[in-house]
């Protein structure tokens, strides 16, 4: 990612390397001032304004221009993406019973449950009673064949509670079959490879030695579950723990939709600027469906944890208590502190990670550095 000529460019000062739009300088002292307040401190910074890219700035200790990091639930934005082109291209209809595509899903009371309900985290579907192996997240497969067999923990849209890995199971088996491909593959060929975007899906092993990895605090990255469902989430969050998902090996090669995307910070820029723009084999997302997979559908207090929040059709949304983007914004944080969107509202596609994740409830230095950017390119 560079600018596109000399003139164009400012090169960052102090502890901040990269560049930034001349618009956007005080982005790069705002991105400076976070690393001389904390030693520790690491971010990769990128924007792209309309398809163009305005502004690539790293810092810290152990991250660096090439890092790649793992992103969590930033990947589930990722995998949102290709169900937008799944939707756009006919191939999934959200008003259809999951079981049209899936019959095998058809268990259990989940005869009616549509996909739309299925992947706005309201299916009651956090995981199943025995609790998921994570070597079937490993190969999803086996936990998509657990999954539909499972009755749901809530009534379907009565409520909305965070799939937080389940919902990459669901994505790929109906990547799966919709295209006869893995979620993996239909990304790699269709979005990734030829946009060179530098977000990954399953990590090639060539790779692996440009990983810099999380550091992982000792406070929880999720919000424990409220006391009555704590029983819900089995092993999920404890087994393996979020150490063996962001810096494993298997992890990384794996690419879990929901959880083990890598990606430097100009990668997840650049996928959302395709959303919005052609930059090398068509843009991905037409406006419609930037609108369909954007509405709101599920709103207020999380049933598992009792926090709010606000989702689309996958998509987080942006809210009272992550205000990081406009009402029509399309993005996905992730656990240990990345974001990424794209916003049809001024064109801007957003990625920041940070291998030093911030505490529970987000990063607000994402969301404070992304209204930066944006109040630096309206000035």
Not at 197 to 207: E, H, W
Not at 262 to 282: E, K, N
């Amino acid at each position: 990612m560079s600018a596109t000529t000399d003139h164009e460019r400012i090169e960052a000062t102090g502890l901040v390397s990269g560049w930034t739009d001349p618009r956007l300088t005080a982005v790069a002292e705002a991105l400076d001032d976070l690393a001389q307040g904390d030693a520790s401190f690491t971010a990769q910074l990128a924007a792209y304004s309309h398809g163009r890219p305005v502004l690539d700035l790293w810092t810290g200790p152990g991250l660096g221009e090439q890092s790649l990091v793992c992103v969590f639930s930033v990947s589930k934005g990722l995998a949102g993406i290709c169900m937008g082109i799944l939707i756009e291209r006919g191939l999934i209809d959200p008003s259809a019973p999951v079981a049209e595509l899936w019959p095998e899903f058809a268990q259990a009371g989940k005869e009616n449950i549509t996909i739309e309900t299925l992947l706005s985290h309201r299916a009651g579907l956090v995981d199943t009673d025995a609790g998921i192996a994570w070597e079937d997240f490993l190969d999803d497969e086996r936990a998509a064949r657990e999954l539909a067999a499972q009755r749901p923990y809530w009534k379907p849209d009565t409520a909305w509670g965070y799939h937080s890995v389940t919902m990459g199971v669901f994505m790929s088996e109906l990547c799966r079959r919709a295209t006869g491909r893995s979620l993996q593959e239909f990304y790699e060929h269709e979005v990734r490879a030829p946009r060179g975007i530098d977000f990954y899906l399953g990590l090639p092993d060539a790779l692996e030695p440009r990983v810099s990895p999380v550091i992982i605090p000792s406070y929880p990255l999720s919000a424990p579950a409220a006391p009555q469902l704590i029983d819900l989430m089995s092993g999920i969050v404890i087994d393996p723990g979020f150490d063996a998902v962001a810096n494993s090996r298997a992890s990384h090669a794996a690419g879990l939709p929901a959880a083990s995307g890598m990606a430097s910070a100009r990668g997840i820029a650049r996928l959302y600027a395709a959303v919005g723009s052609d930059l090398g084999g068509g843009r991905l997302l037409s406006d419609e469906t930037i609108a369909i997979v954007g509405q709101v559908r599920s709103h207020g207090d999380d049933v598992l944890t009792g926090f709010p929040g606000r989702f689309g059709l996958v998509f987080q949304k942006p809210s009272f208590e992550r205000p990081f983007a406009s009402y029509r914004a399309i993005g996905h944080d992730g656990a240990a502190g990345a974001l990424g969107f794209y916003d049809p509202h001024d064109g801007l596609a957003f990625g920041y990670t940070t291998n030093t994740p911030a505490p529970l409830g987000g990063d607000r230095r994402a969301d404070a550095l992304a209204s930066a950017i944006r109040g630096g390119l309206s000035a």
